[in-house]
């Protein structure tokens, strides 16, 4: 059961790394990965965005709420980092 302090734990995780390069991978569906690469935008209270450069005149803007991340719906990988994310175990690796 995902609790009130694991949010926290998450959201502050992220806030950390708010501007660097981010990877995520979430399920699209039957059979279908979908994956974003771009750069943490912003932390709200439920959820983040991610900053997509498209071209280099637009940028595309996904959100994901950080149940997503302890659910493991969404897979995230920072620039660097080998090992995914893991706010649930209550763990964030080094930045």
Same mark, same amino acid.
């Given at each position: *059961?995902?609790? +009130?302090s694991?949010?926290?734990?998450?959201?502050?995780?992220?806030?950390?790394?708010?501007?660097? +390069?981010?990877w995520?991978?979430?399920?699209g569906?039957? +059979?279908?990965?979908?994956?974003?690469?771009?750069?943490?935008? /912003?932390c709200?209270?439920?959820?983040? /965005?991610v900053?997509?450069?498209?071209?280099?005149?637009?940028?595309?803007?996904?959100?994901?709420?950080?149940?997503?991340?302890? /659910?493991?719906?969404?897979?995230?990988?920072?620039? +660097?980092?080998?090992?995914? *994310?893991?706010?649930?175990?209550? /763990?964030?690796?080094?930045?």
């Open positions: *059961m995902i609790e +009130k694991d949010l926290k734990i998450c959201r502050t995780g992220l806030e950390e790394r708010l501007g660097r +390069k981010i995520l991978k979430s399920k569906g039957r +059979k279908r990965t979908i994956i974003h690469e771009g750069y943490l935008d /912003t709200s209270s439920n959820v983040f /965005t900053r997509c450069p498209v071209t280099s005149a637009y940028d595309e803007y996904v959100s994901f709420s950080y149940v997503d991340v302890l /659910t493991k719906v969404v897979e995230i990988r920072f620039d +660097k980092d080998l090992d995914s *994310m893991e706010c649930a175990s209550k /763990t964030l690796p080094s930045a």
